[in-house]
């Protein structure tokens, strides 16, 4: 299943392996706590001219200050090209994969042997 929030309200969608095309990543740019550092950072993603702030998810406003977006890409490099440069020292980027049923089973098996 796969979760995702549609007008404010959490819908439970079937997961259908193979239905990403490209690899997905977790982008996590974490900045200061001050309401500064939230500010200069917006600023700097903004005037990046990325997607990122537009589409980003922010943890500010509940103390956690760090910016999350996903994305399909082609690869690692291209997430990172997505952060301002001064920013990318900071930054997390995690290639994202999903396990069918069939693979968790397998690997319970494992786990038990």
């Given at each position: ?96 994969n999903k396990f069918t049923r069939e693979e ?10």
């Amino acid at each position: 299943m796969e979760c995702t929030l549609a007008a404010g309200h959490i819908r439970v969608q079937p997961f259908n392996e193979g239905s990403y095309s490209m690899p997905r990543y977790l982008i996590e740019l974490p900045h200061g706590d001050e309401r500064v550092a939230c500010i200069r950072s917006l600023h700097a993603i903004d005037e990046f001219g990325s997607h990122f702030v537009t589409h980003a998810d922010w943890g500010c406003d509940d103390g956690v200050h760090c910016a999350w977006l996903i994305a399909e890409l082609d690869s690692r490099e291209d997430a990172m090209h997505l952060i301002p440069r001064d920013m990318r020292q900071d930054a997390r980027i995690v290639q994202l994969n999903k396990f069918t049923r069939e693979e968790i089973a397998t690997l319970i098996l494992e786990l038990e042997a």
